[in-house]
């Protein structure tokens, strides 16, 4: 009986034991579970005045290698482009006072009629195209003047892998923002309503806007921004199942300014980061140096 009830005690305490460890294991799991969840949705900021950050500084930029050069190892990504058609959006912005703007090709191509929204009073104003590249995503427009423009950085010779990258513009038809991280180059073959091979940037997407989930449609034609608050290239597409965020390489957008025989100046908007990101966007909005284009039903 002594050695039956002393077998019984052993074979409890195993039990205690091993429900003990199941649960400390699931309770590390849980924990584990938590952090990936927050890990993979980032907080996300607002449109809205960001509250300030009070006795914390701004994470350091995690700064790689040089971007290399434009290589035949580069990452692909195939593309179909299709005309605009009526209320189709995308983004513009500012590159000189005169009324020139910088857009995506897609955004503007096969439309007739094409309108900037202005964000003060949501009045239509008629843009024509007047430069469209035949060799990559870019495309200038012009209207009767415009506002101060935007500075264009297009020295890529010491940008770095891992560089913060700020794109704003009109999403879904909507204010929006998205934060990036510079992953390397691409190299987008294009097919549809015209056939090409662009050297473009990659850009993996770290946060957006607040609200702001699926597809970026209508981003396309934004400024891309690095934090010194200077034009580093033109959002042109996306990759929802891998995450990036893809932009014109520095040499499109020099090929189309001197196609156009333009040279822009612009003075930066001063430095960014993700707390102030939507301070800068409200702002860059108000004073129409971004605006969203709309193409127009014909008349």
């Known amino acids: 009986m002594l050695r039956r009830f002393g077998d019984g005690i052993l074979i409890l305490l195993v039990l205690v034991v091993a429900i003990g460890w199941f649960l ?5 799991r849980e924990s584990e579970g938590d952090v990936r969840f927050r890990g993979r949705f980032m907080p996300y900021f607002s449109t809205q005045p960001a509250p300030p950050v009070a006795n914390k500084p701004p994470p350091a930029e995690p700064i790689g290698p040089l971007l290399p050069a434009p290589s035949p190892l580069d990452d692909q990504s195939e593309v179909e482009a299709r005309p605009a058609g009526p209320w189709s959006s ?46 990559a995503d870019v495309a200038i427009l012009r209207t009767q003047g415009g506002p101060e423009p935007l500075a264009l950085d297009l020295d890529e010779s010491d940008l770095r892998l891992g560089t913060t990258g700020f794109h704003i513009g009109y999403p879904q038809g909507k204010p929006g923002e998205v934060v990036s991280q510079l992953i390397g180059r691409e190299l987008m073959i294009t097919s549809g309503a015209w056939r090409g091979r662009e050297n473009t940037l990659a ?30 290239g033109i959002t042109i597409a996306e990759s929802l199942r891998r995450g990036r965020v893809v932009t014109t390489s520095a040499d499109s957008v020099i090929d189309a300014l001197q196609d156009a025989g333009l040279r822009p100046i612009g003075q930066p ?24 284009v709309v193409c127009l039903p014909p008349e």
């Open 24 to 28: 400390i294991q699931s309770a590390s």
């Open 90 to 135: 995308g983004t513009a912005f500012a590159i000189s006072s005169g009324g020139l703007w910088l857009t995506a090709r897609h955004v503007a191509l096969g439309c007739e009629r094409l309108g900037l929204v202005n964000e003060i009073d949501q009045q239509l104003v008629a843009a024509k195209l007047i430069y469209s590249s035949r060799r």
């Open 269 to 292: 908007i001063g430095t960014i980061t993700t707390q102030t990101l939507g301070d800068e966007a409200s702002q860059l909005r108000r004073s129409v140096r971004i605006v969203q």
């Open 203 to 232: 850009w993996a997407e770290v946060t957006r806007s607040r609200g702001l989930r699926g597809t970026l449609g209508g981003l396309s034609g934004g400024p891309a921004f690095d934090s010194a608050g200077r034009v580093i």
